[in-house]
């Protein structure tokens, strides 16, 4: 039998040993950055027929108000605090602004006392939330049980997809634009082997196209903006003038 005592009572305060499923669990969190608004969670959202025609739509309901918008906004804030500042650093995701917390939780009913569910819930845009994503790893057999080391990289892929998928495009900061990012040199007329090796002094790969000596052509063309790690086609299937060396 678990036993209660004031150190249980005072761990309850922030969910150890409460038993949630982890719908329950997504529906809080997106109630805590929403504004406050408990929604009625559903799975299907969208029912056609054959033709394509819509014969079902659910649409969004609110259940109640259970936070006020103003702690919804601090919520959001420390949650933002999380991935750049904290524990959920493995969540962040360049050009977007990340919200996540972090769960290392004890599964009070395995008769293993070390067994753990590491979690990690990740809600982007932070300052205008568009998708939560929680990922729970039951039991998992790793060098640590931590959430955010194992599971906030999946939330960081997920968000990194799904983001650009729902139309919300990246917006970077000046330090991220010269970390992730370089301009494509200009190579056109080099030696292939030449030109792949100047765009790796760039941080980018080359993929040659044709057999020629000479590159005739790049693309993304030359003083593009490119992400570091991009592939630039090198073209040398063109005609090449020798004279534009001499």
Not at 57 to 71: A, F, G, N
Not at 73 to 90: H, I, S, Y
Not at 219 to 233: C, D, L, Q, V, W
Request: aromatic share 6%; charged share 20%; proline share 4%.
């Amino acid at each position: 039998m678990y036993r209660t005592g004031p150190v249980e009572l005072a761990s309850c305060s922030f969910g150890q040993s409460s038993k949630v499923s982890y719908l329950q669990m997504i529906t809080a969190v997106a109630a805590i950055v929403n504004g406050g608004k408990l929604m009625q969670p559903y799975v299907v959202q969208t029912i056609t027929d054959a033709d394509g025609q819509v014969i079902h739509e659910t649409e969004p309901t609110v259940k109640r108000q259970v936070i006020s918008e103003e702690t919804s906004a601090t919520m959001r804030t420390l949650m933002e605090g999380v991935v750049t500042d904290g524990t959920g650093k493995n969540g962040a995701v360049t050009g977007y602004r990340v919200g996540g917390k972090t769960g290392t939780s004890q599964k009070l009913d395995s008769e293993d006392s070390s067994a753990r569910i590491a979690s990690f819930v990740a809600v982007a845009p932070i300052d205008d939330p568009k998708i939560a994503v929680l990922v729970c790893l039951d039991e998992p057999h790793s060098w640590t049980t931590s959430g955010g080391a194992l599971s906030g990289p999946v939330c960081a892929e997920v968000l990194e997809q799904a983001l650009p998928y729902l139309g919300v495009e990246p917006s970077y900061t000046e330090e991220e634009l010269e970390k992730y990012f370089t301009t494509v040199p200009d190579v056109s007329g080099w030696r292939a082997t030449a030109a792949r090796q100047k765009l790796a002094e760039y941080g980018l790969e080359a993929a040659v196209v044709g057999d020629g000596e000479r590159v005739t052509g790049l693309y993304p063309e030359a003083g593009t903006s490119a992400r570091r790690g991009s592939t630039i086609t090198l073209d040398t299937t063109g005609s090449y003038d020798a004279a534009a060396d001499a």
